[in-house]
Protein backbone atom coordinates (compact mmCIF):
# COMPACT_ATOMS: atom_id res chain seq x y z
CA UNK A 1 0.00 0.00 0.00
CA UNK A 2 1.35 3.34 -0.80
CA UNK A 3 2.28 5.56 1.90
CA UNK A 4 -0.75 7.52 3.80
CA UNK A 5 2.45 10.31 5.35
CA UNK A 6 2.58 10.80 8.64
CA UNK A 7 3.20 13.86 11.22
CA UNK A 8 6.86 14.36 11.85
CA UNK A 9 6.90 15.03 15.08
CA UNK A 10 4.32 14.89 17.81
CA UNK A 11 4.87 18.43 18.31
CA UNK A 12 3.79 19.17 14.86
CA UNK A 13 0.34 17.07 15.82
CA UNK A 14 -0.70 18.93 18.20
CA UNK A 15 0.23 22.36 16.19
CA UNK A 16 -2.57 21.05 13.54
CA UNK A 17 -4.63 19.54 15.74
CA UNK A 18 -4.76 23.01 18.09
CA UNK A 19 -4.75 24.65 14.62
CA UNK A 20 -8.43 22.82 13.72
CA UNK A 21 -9.59 23.46 17.20
CA UNK A 22 -9.18 27.28 17.19
CA UNK A 23 -11.02 28.88 14.86
CA UNK A 24 -13.87 30.67 13.92
CA UNK A 25 -15.47 29.32 16.92
CA UNK A 26 -13.01 31.08 19.04
CA UNK A 27 -12.52 34.20 17.88
CA UNK A 28 -15.95 35.05 16.03
CA UNK A 29 -18.66 33.00 18.10
CA UNK A 30 -17.16 32.76 21.45
CA UNK A 31 -16.95 36.22 22.89
CA UNK A 32 -20.55 36.37 21.62
CA UNK A 33 -21.54 33.46 22.98
CA UNK A 34 -19.86 34.74 26.69
CA UNK A 35 -21.45 37.76 26.11
CA UNK A 36 -24.90 36.13 25.50
CA UNK A 37 -24.51 33.97 28.14
CA UNK A 38 -23.70 35.81 31.43
CA UNK A 39 -19.84 36.62 30.63
CA UNK A 40 -18.11 34.01 33.55
CA UNK A 41 -21.32 31.92 34.06
CA UNK A 42 -20.96 30.74 30.50
CA UNK A 43 -17.52 30.88 30.85
CA UNK A 44 -17.27 28.49 33.70
CA UNK A 45 -19.82 26.24 32.32
CA UNK A 46 -17.99 26.19 29.18
CA UNK A 47 -14.47 25.24 30.65
CA UNK A 48 -16.57 22.17 32.73
CA UNK A 49 -17.76 20.95 29.05
CA UNK A 50 -14.44 21.35 27.80
CA UNK A 51 -12.02 19.69 30.16
CA UNK A 52 -14.69 17.15 32.29
CA UNK A 53 -16.59 16.14 28.76
CA UNK A 54 -14.46 16.99 25.74
CA UNK A 55 -11.33 15.92 26.44
CA UNK A 56 -11.84 12.15 27.29
CA UNK A 57 -13.79 12.39 24.06
CA UNK A 58 -11.20 13.67 21.94
CA UNK A 59 -8.44 11.18 23.62
CA UNK A 60 -10.76 8.69 22.43
CA UNK A 61 -10.89 10.01 18.77
CA UNK A 62 -7.05 9.94 18.07
CA UNK A 63 -6.94 6.56 19.71
CA UNK A 64 -9.58 5.10 17.46
CA UNK A 65 -7.68 6.63 14.44
CA UNK A 66 -4.13 5.80 15.88
CA UNK A 67 -5.21 2.32 16.43
CA UNK A 68 -6.71 1.65 12.98
CA UNK A 69 -4.28 3.70 10.87
CA UNK A 70 -6.85 5.38 9.00
CA UNK A 71 -9.75 7.49 8.24
CA UNK A 72 -13.12 6.99 10.69
CA UNK A 73 -15.24 5.04 7.82
CA UNK A 74 -12.27 2.63 7.16
CA UNK A 75 -11.44 2.89 10.83
CA UNK A 76 -14.50 1.31 12.32
CA UNK A 77 -14.04 -1.25 9.59
CA UNK A 78 -10.50 -2.21 10.47
CA UNK A 79 -11.33 -2.47 13.96
CA UNK A 80 -13.41 -5.41 13.23
CA UNK A 81 -16.67 -3.16 13.66
CA UNK A 82 -18.15 -2.88 10.11
CA UNK A 83 -21.46 -1.73 11.37
CA UNK A 84 -20.08 0.95 13.32
CA UNK A 85 -18.50 2.78 10.14
CA UNK A 86 -22.35 4.69 10.17
CA UNK A 87 -20.78 6.99 12.45
CA UNK A 88 -17.82 7.26 10.14
CA UNK A 89 -20.18 8.52 7.47
CA UNK A 90 -22.05 10.71 9.52
CA UNK A 91 -19.02 12.29 10.32
CA UNK A 92 -18.46 13.13 6.43
CA UNK A 93 -21.57 15.02 6.04
CA UNK A 94 -20.66 16.77 9.11
CA UNK A 95 -17.59 18.04 7.71
CA UNK A 96 -19.26 18.27 4.37
CA UNK A 97 -22.01 20.80 5.45
CA UNK A 98 -19.66 22.71 8.42
CA UNK A 99 -16.68 23.35 5.80
CA UNK A 100 -19.48 24.47 3.45
CA UNK A 101 -20.76 27.42 5.50
CA UNK A 102 -17.53 27.65 7.05
CA UNK A 103 -15.83 28.83 4.21
CA UNK A 104 -18.45 31.63 3.16
CA UNK A 105 -17.28 33.06 6.68
CA UNK A 106 -13.59 32.53 6.07
CA UNK A 107 -14.37 33.72 2.71
CA UNK A 108 -16.08 37.39 4.63
CA UNK A 109 -13.17 37.44 7.15
CA UNK A 110 -10.93 37.17 4.21
CA UNK A 111 -12.44 40.14 2.45
CA UNK A 112 -12.43 42.03 5.54
CA UNK A 113 -8.80 41.93 5.24
CA UNK A 114 -8.78 43.66 2.43
CA UNK A 115 -11.00 46.17 3.06
CA UNK A 116 -9.32 47.34 6.49
CA UNK A 117 -5.99 47.47 4.54
CA UNK A 118 -7.47 50.04 2.06
CA UNK A 119 -8.90 51.62 5.01
CA UNK A 120 -12.35 50.80 4.20
CA UNK A 121 -14.03 51.22 7.57
CA UNK A 122 -17.38 52.37 6.23
CA UNK A 123 -17.89 48.30 5.60
CA UNK A 124 -19.51 47.99 8.60
CA UNK A 125 -22.81 50.47 7.69
CA UNK A 126 -22.88 47.69 4.87
CA UNK A 127 -22.02 44.83 6.11
CA UNK A 128 -25.30 43.29 4.80
CA UNK A 129 -24.70 44.18 1.61
CA UNK A 130 -21.43 42.91 1.62
CA UNK A 131 -22.92 39.37 2.55
CA UNK A 132 -25.47 39.69 0.19
CA UNK A 133 -22.60 40.47 -2.80
CA UNK A 134 -22.56 37.12 -3.96
CA UNK A 135 -19.69 37.47 -6.79
CA UNK A 136 -17.42 38.88 -4.65
CA UNK A 137 -17.87 36.75 -1.55
CA UNK A 138 -18.21 34.17 -3.90
CA UNK A 139 -14.51 34.40 -5.23
CA UNK A 140 -13.08 35.04 -1.91
CA UNK A 141 -14.20 31.62 -0.80
CA UNK A 142 -12.88 30.42 -3.80
CA UNK A 143 -9.54 31.37 -3.20
CA UNK A 144 -9.82 30.43 0.71
CA UNK A 145 -10.84 27.09 -0.70
CA UNK A 146 -8.16 26.54 -2.85
CA UNK A 147 -5.42 27.29 -0.55
CA UNK A 148 -7.02 25.04 1.96
CA UNK A 149 -6.97 22.30 -0.78
CA UNK A 150 -3.62 23.50 -2.10
CA UNK A 151 -2.19 22.97 1.07
CA UNK A 152 -4.06 19.50 1.94
CA UNK A 153 -2.73 18.10 -1.19
CA UNK A 154 0.65 18.63 -0.21
CA UNK A 155 0.37 16.00 2.16
CA UNK A 156 0.29 15.91 5.92
CA UNK A 157 4.15 16.37 6.82
CA UNK A 158 4.75 18.92 4.16
CA UNK A 159 1.75 20.78 3.93
CA UNK A 160 -1.06 20.48 6.92
CA UNK A 161 1.96 19.84 9.59
CA UNK A 162 4.15 23.11 7.96
CA UNK A 163 1.20 25.48 7.43
CA UNK A 164 0.10 24.72 11.10
CA UNK A 165 3.78 25.51 12.44
CA UNK A 166 4.09 28.39 10.35
CA UNK A 167 0.49 29.57 11.13
CA UNK A 168 -0.13 28.34 15.07
CA UNK A 169 3.07 30.77 16.84
CA UNK A 170 2.06 33.93 14.16
CA UNK A 171 -1.63 33.50 15.53
CA UNK A 172 -0.80 33.78 19.20
CA UNK A 173 1.39 36.56 18.49
CA UNK A 174 -0.90 38.45 16.59
CA UNK A 175 -3.85 37.91 19.49
CA UNK A 176 -1.12 38.70 22.20
CA UNK A 177 -0.31 41.88 20.87
CA UNK A 178 -3.54 42.91 19.84
CA UNK A 179 -4.98 42.17 23.30
CA UNK A 180 -2.07 44.44 24.54
CA UNK A 181 -2.84 47.17 22.44
CA UNK A 182 -6.99 46.56 23.27
CA UNK A 183 -6.17 46.91 27.27
CA UNK A 184 -4.64 50.58 26.70
CA UNK A 185 -8.16 51.59 24.99
CA UNK A 186 -10.36 53.99 27.50
CA UNK A 187 -12.99 51.79 29.95
CA UNK A 188 -10.58 48.51 28.69
CA UNK A 189 -11.06 47.07 32.25
CA UNK A 190 -14.82 48.20 32.04
CA UNK A 191 -14.27 45.77 29.33
CA UNK A 192 -13.14 42.66 31.19
CA UNK A 193 -14.97 42.70 34.12
CA UNK A 194 -18.15 42.74 31.68
CA UNK A 195 -16.02 39.73 30.33
CA UNK A 196 -15.02 37.97 33.76
CA UNK A 197 -17.88 38.82 36.46
CA UNK A 198 -20.66 36.05 36.08
CA UNK A 199 -24.28 37.08 35.76
CA UNK A 200 -25.77 33.61 36.50
CA UNK A 201 -29.37 34.86 36.10
CA UNK A 202 -28.66 34.52 31.96
CA UNK A 203 -28.41 30.81 32.34
CA UNK A 204 -31.11 28.99 30.62
CA UNK A 205 -31.00 25.31 29.36
CA UNK A 206 -30.38 26.86 25.89
CA UNK A 207 -27.28 28.26 27.34
CA UNK A 208 -25.80 25.16 28.85
CA UNK A 209 -26.72 23.50 25.34
CA UNK A 210 -25.40 26.00 23.23
CA UNK A 211 -22.11 25.61 25.59
CA UNK A 212 -21.44 21.87 24.62
CA UNK A 213 -22.40 22.68 21.27
CA UNK A 214 -19.63 25.39 21.31
CA UNK A 215 -17.01 23.33 22.98
CA UNK A 216 -18.15 20.54 20.87
CA UNK A 217 -17.32 22.60 17.65
CA UNK A 218 -14.30 24.53 18.69
CA UNK A 219 -12.33 21.60 20.15
CA UNK A 220 -13.16 19.81 16.30
CA UNK A 221 -14.96 16.90 17.97
CA UNK A 222 -17.84 14.71 17.07
CA UNK A 223 -16.86 13.84 13.27
CA UNK A 224 -14.10 12.20 12.97
CA UNK A 225 -11.31 15.12 12.62
CA UNK A 226 -8.96 13.96 15.11
CA UNK A 227 -9.51 10.22 14.70
CA UNK A 228 -8.04 11.09 11.29
CA UNK A 229 -5.25 12.85 12.46
CA UNK A 230 -4.63 10.60 15.34
CA UNK A 231 -4.21 7.91 12.08
CA UNK A 232 -1.09 9.97 11.42
CA UNK A 233 0.64 9.80 14.72
CA UNK A 234 3.35 7.77 15.24
CA UNK A 235 2.87 5.05 17.70
CA UNK A 236 5.34 6.14 20.43
CA UNK A 237 3.62 9.44 20.97
CA UNK A 238 1.31 9.74 24.51
CA UNK A 239 -1.95 10.84 23.21
CA UNK A 240 -3.75 11.38 26.72
CA UNK A 241 -1.48 14.13 27.66
CA UNK A 242 -1.49 15.54 23.32
CA UNK A 243 -5.43 15.78 23.71
CA UNK A 244 -4.94 17.95 27.15
CA UNK A 245 -2.45 20.23 25.82
CA UNK A 246 -4.62 20.46 22.37
CA UNK A 247 -7.87 20.92 24.22
CA UNK A 248 -5.99 23.62 26.49
CA UNK A 249 -4.65 25.23 24.01
CA UNK A 250 -8.27 25.70 22.12
CA UNK A 251 -9.78 27.01 25.51
CA UNK A 252 -6.76 29.40 26.42
CA UNK A 253 -7.10 31.02 23.49
CA UNK A 254 -10.52 31.20 23.46
CA UNK A 255 -10.34 32.74 26.41
CA UNK A 256 -7.74 35.30 25.16
CA UNK A 257 -10.13 36.12 22.18
CA UNK A 258 -12.14 37.52 25.05
CA UNK A 259 -9.75 39.57 26.49
CA UNK A 260 -9.18 40.91 23.07
CA UNK A 261 -12.78 41.49 22.51
CA UNK A 262 -14.54 42.88 25.39
CA UNK A 263 -12.52 46.05 25.71
CA UNK A 264 -13.01 46.72 22.33
CA UNK A 265 -16.54 46.36 22.94
CA UNK A 266 -16.51 48.74 25.95
CA UNK A 267 -14.31 51.25 24.04
CA UNK A 268 -17.08 51.72 21.08
CA UNK A 269 -20.18 52.27 24.09
CA UNK A 270 -18.12 54.37 26.56
CA UNK A 271 -18.47 51.28 28.96
CA UNK A 272 -22.57 51.89 28.81
CA UNK A 273 -22.98 48.68 30.74
CA UNK A 274 -26.49 48.21 29.11
CA UNK A 275 -25.11 48.66 25.39
CA UNK A 276 -22.21 46.45 26.25
CA UNK A 277 -24.65 43.61 26.89
CA UNK A 278 -26.70 44.38 23.91
CA UNK A 279 -23.77 44.63 21.37
CA UNK A 280 -21.42 41.84 22.56
CA UNK A 281 -24.19 39.11 22.58
CA UNK A 282 -24.42 40.24 18.62
CA UNK A 283 -23.43 37.30 16.08
CA UNK A 284 -22.18 40.31 13.58
CA UNK A 285 -20.13 42.16 16.61
CA UNK A 286 -16.85 41.59 14.66
CA UNK A 287 -18.22 42.55 11.24
CA UNK A 288 -20.52 45.59 12.18
CA UNK A 289 -18.97 46.96 15.11
CA UNK A 290 -15.03 46.45 15.21
CA UNK A 291 -14.43 48.52 12.19
CA UNK A 292 -15.72 51.34 13.72
CA UNK A 293 -13.55 51.01 16.65
CA UNK A 294 -10.98 49.98 14.10
CA UNK A 295 -11.66 53.79 12.40
CA UNK A 296 -11.42 55.92 15.28
CA UNK A 297 -7.58 54.96 15.79
CA UNK A 298 -7.05 57.43 12.87
CA UNK A 299 -5.67 56.31 9.55
CA UNK A 300 -2.76 54.95 9.60
CA UNK A 301 -2.99 52.49 13.37
CA UNK A 302 -6.28 51.86 12.04
CA UNK A 303 -5.47 50.19 9.08
CA UNK A 304 -2.68 48.43 10.65
CA UNK A 305 -4.50 46.66 14.05
CA UNK A 306 -8.03 46.19 11.49
CA UNK A 307 -6.00 44.54 8.98
CA UNK A 308 -3.85 42.72 11.70
CA UNK A 309 -7.09 40.97 13.65
CA UNK A 310 -8.77 40.36 10.09
CA UNK A 311 -5.17 38.53 9.18
CA UNK A 312 -5.34 36.86 12.29
CA UNK A 313 -8.87 35.71 11.90
CA UNK A 314 -8.22 34.12 8.60
CA UNK A 315 -5.53 32.41 9.60
CA UNK A 316 -7.58 31.00 12.56
CA UNK A 317 -10.08 29.93 9.81
CA UNK A 318 -7.43 28.64 7.36
CA UNK A 319 -6.39 26.08 9.62
CA UNK A 320 -9.79 24.67 10.68
CA UNK A 321 -10.78 24.52 7.40
CA UNK A 322 -7.84 22.75 6.52
CA UNK A 323 -8.62 19.80 9.02
CA UNK A 324 -12.49 19.71 7.46
CA UNK A 325 -11.06 19.09 4.14
CA UNK A 326 -8.73 16.14 5.53
CA UNK A 327 -11.91 14.31 6.21
CA UNK A 328 -13.17 13.47 3.53
CA UNK A 329 -10.14 13.47 1.22
CA UNK A 330 -8.58 10.81 3.77
CA UNK A 331 -11.83 9.16 2.95
CA UNK A 332 -11.10 8.81 -0.61
CA UNK A 333 -7.33 8.21 -0.22
CA UNK A 334 -8.10 5.18 2.24
CA UNK A 335 -11.09 4.25 1.24
CA UNK A 336 -11.28 4.30 -2.60
CA UNK A 337 -8.09 4.35 -3.23
CA UNK A 338 -8.09 7.94 -5.13
CA UNK A 339 -4.60 10.08 -5.16
CA UNK A 340 -4.63 12.19 -2.89
CA UNK A 341 -4.06 15.16 -4.82
CA UNK A 342 -7.20 14.23 -6.75
CA UNK A 343 -9.10 13.29 -3.58
CA UNK A 344 -8.67 17.15 -2.54
CA UNK A 345 -9.71 18.81 -5.38
CA UNK A 346 -12.79 17.00 -6.17
CA UNK A 347 -13.61 17.04 -2.63
CA UNK A 348 -12.73 20.52 -2.39
CA UNK A 349 -14.84 21.87 -5.82
CA UNK A 350 -18.25 19.48 -4.20
CA UNK A 351 -18.58 20.90 -0.90
CA UNK A 352 -17.84 24.53 -2.80
CA UNK A 353 -20.95 23.96 -4.61
CA UNK A 354 -22.56 22.32 -1.91
CA UNK A 355 -22.01 25.92 -0.35
CA UNK A 356 -23.65 27.71 -2.91
CA UNK A 357 -27.06 28.36 -1.24
CA UNK A 358 -24.86 29.24 1.64
CA UNK A 359 -23.12 31.90 0.04
CA UNK A 360 -26.59 32.82 -1.89
CA UNK A 361 -28.77 33.03 1.58
CA UNK A 362 -26.53 35.86 2.80
CA UNK A 363 -28.99 38.36 1.17
CA UNK A 364 -28.50 37.62 -2.45
CA UNK A 365 -31.16 35.39 -2.72
CA UNK A 366 -34.38 35.91 -0.56
CA UNK A 367 -35.10 32.04 -0.57
CA UNK A 368 -32.16 30.47 0.72
CA UNK A 369 -32.03 33.85 3.21
CA UNK A 370 -35.06 32.83 4.71
CA UNK A 371 -35.25 29.13 4.09
CA UNK A 372 -36.42 27.10 6.89
CA UNK A 373 -38.33 27.55 10.12
CA UNK A 374 -37.53 25.07 13.10
CA UNK A 375 -39.71 24.66 15.63
CA UNK A 376 -38.32 26.39 18.75
CA UNK A 377 -37.08 29.50 16.38
CA UNK A 378 -39.60 32.62 16.01
CA UNK A 379 -38.83 33.70 12.70
CA UNK A 380 -37.32 31.62 9.50
CA UNK A 381 -33.49 30.85 9.66
CA UNK A 382 -31.21 31.01 6.25
CA UNK A 383 -30.00 28.22 4.67
CA UNK A 384 -26.49 28.63 6.28
CA UNK A 385 -27.75 28.48 9.63
CA UNK A 386 -29.59 25.40 8.89
CA UNK A 387 -26.58 23.85 8.01
CA UNK A 388 -25.01 25.29 11.07
CA UNK A 389 -27.41 23.68 13.37
CA UNK A 390 -27.69 20.46 11.73
CA UNK A 391 -23.82 19.32 11.02
CA UNK A 392 -22.56 21.96 13.66
CA UNK A 393 -24.93 20.94 16.41
CA UNK A 394 -26.65 18.22 15.87
CA UNK A 395 -24.32 15.85 14.47
CA UNK A 396 -21.19 16.73 16.33
CA UNK A 397 -23.10 15.77 19.79
CA UNK A 398 -24.76 12.99 18.30
CA UNK A 399 -21.68 11.66 16.95
CA UNK A 400 -19.19 12.27 20.05
CA UNK A 401 -22.16 9.98 22.30
CA UNK A 402 -21.78 7.31 19.42
CA UNK A 403 -17.86 7.33 19.70
CA UNK A 404 -17.87 7.37 22.99
CA UNK A 405 -20.32 4.54 23.50
CA UNK A 406 -18.35 2.68 20.71
CA UNK A 407 -14.65 3.61 22.90
CA UNK A 408 -16.48 2.30 25.77
CA UNK A 409 -18.77 -0.36 25.47
CA UNK A 410 -17.37 -1.36 22.00
CA UNK A 411 -14.38 -1.60 20.94
CA UNK A 412 -13.60 -2.33 24.88
CA UNK A 413 -12.15 -0.88 27.98
CA UNK A 414 -8.70 -3.25 27.56
CA UNK A 415 -8.37 -2.42 23.86
CA UNK A 416 -8.89 1.58 25.08
CA UNK A 417 -6.71 1.17 27.66
CA UNK A 418 -3.80 -0.46 25.50
CA UNK A 419 -3.71 2.51 22.81
CA UNK A 420 -3.32 5.21 25.20
CA UNK A 421 -0.35 3.69 27.51
CA UNK A 422 2.66 4.99 27.09
CA UNK A 423 5.89 4.00 28.33
CA UNK A 424 6.37 7.58 29.47
CA UNK A 425 3.57 8.69 31.51
CA UNK A 426 4.70 10.74 34.38
CA UNK A 427 2.72 11.20 37.44
CA UNK A 428 0.37 13.74 36.07
CA UNK A 429 -0.25 11.61 32.57
CA UNK A 430 -1.15 8.78 34.79
CA UNK A 431 -3.99 10.80 36.46
CA UNK A 432 -4.84 12.67 33.30
CA UNK A 433 -5.42 8.36 31.96
CA UNK A 434 -6.77 7.59 34.50
CA UNK A 435 -10.03 10.06 34.59
CA UNK A 436 -10.32 9.62 30.74
CA UNK A 437 -11.32 6.04 31.49
CA UNK A 438 -13.55 6.69 33.82
CA UNK A 439 -15.11 9.53 31.80
CA UNK A 440 -15.26 7.91 28.95
CA UNK A 441 -17.21 4.69 30.79
CA UNK A 442 -19.19 7.30 32.84
CA UNK A 443 -20.17 10.29 32.03
CA UNK A 444 -19.17 11.02 28.36
CA UNK A 445 -22.40 8.37 26.98
CA UNK A 446 -24.84 9.61 29.92
CA UNK A 447 -24.07 13.36 29.53
CA UNK A 448 -23.86 13.22 25.67
CA UNK A 449 -26.51 11.23 25.09
CA UNK A 450 -28.94 12.93 27.05
CA UNK A 451 -27.77 16.71 25.78
CA UNK A 452 -28.31 15.21 21.92
CA UNK A 453 -31.91 14.09 22.63
CA UNK A 454 -32.84 17.15 24.39
CA UNK A 455 -31.22 19.10 21.98
CA UNK A 456 -33.21 17.49 18.92
CA UNK A 457 -36.30 17.87 20.78
CA UNK A 458 -35.75 20.77 21.18
CA UNK A 459 -34.46 22.15 18.14
CA UNK A 460 -36.99 20.08 15.50
CA UNK A 461 -39.50 19.12 17.59
CA UNK A 462 -39.77 22.07 20.29
CA UNK A 463 -40.15 20.27 22.77
CA UNK A 464 -38.25 21.15 26.09
CA UNK A 465 -37.70 18.93 28.83
CA UNK A 466 -36.33 21.55 30.98
N1 LIG B 1 -12.90 24.01 15.62
C1 LIG B 1 -13.03 24.94 14.54
C2 LIG B 1 -13.46 26.29 15.09
O1 LIG B 1 -13.59 26.45 16.27
C3 LIG B 1 -13.95 24.44 13.47
C4 LIG B 1 -13.64 23.06 13.05
C5 LIG B 1 -12.56 22.64 12.38
C6 LIG B 1 -14.40 21.90 13.30
N2 LIG B 1 -12.59 21.28 12.21
C7 LIG B 1 -13.70 20.81 12.77
C8 LIG B 1 -15.58 21.69 13.97
C9 LIG B 1 -14.20 19.53 12.90
C10 LIG B 1 -16.07 20.41 14.09
C11 LIG B 1 -15.39 19.34 13.58
O2 LIG B 1 -13.68 27.20 14.36
Given at each position: ???????????????A???????LG????????????G???FL????FF??V?C?PV???????G??????P?TA?????????????????A?G????????V??????GY?????????????????YT?????I??Y?????????????R??????ER????L????????????IY?????NA?????????????KI?????????????F?????M?????F??Y??????I???AAI????????A?????????????????D?TAM???S?????I?E?????F????????????S?????????A?????????V?T?????E??V????A??????L???I??????G??AS??????????????PI???S??G????????S???????V?????W?K????L??????E????????Q??????????????????????????????L?
Amino acid sequence: MKERGNFNSRLGFIMASAGSAVGLGNIWKFPFEVGAGGGAAFLVIYLFFALVLCFPVMTAEIAIGRKAQASPVTAFKKLGFARWSGVGYLGLAAGFLILSFYNVVAAWSFGYFFEMLQGHFEISQHFSEYTANWLKIGLYSLIFMSGTAYIVSRGISHGIERAAKALMPTLLFLIVGLIIYALTLPNAITGIKHYLLPDFSKITPTIVYSALGQAFFSLSLGMGALITFGSYVKKDANIVTAAAIITFTDVFIAFLAGLMMFPFVAYVTQGDLTAMSAISGEEAFIFETLPNVFNSLGPTLGVVIGSLFFLLLSFAALTSTISLLEVPTAFLVDEKKVSRGKATWTVAILIFLIGLPSLLGNGASAFFSEFIQFPNSTSPISFMSMVGMIGGSTFLSVGGFLISVFVAYVWGKSNFELEIQSDNEGTIGRWLKQYVQFAIRWICPLVLGIISLTTILDIYFGISLF
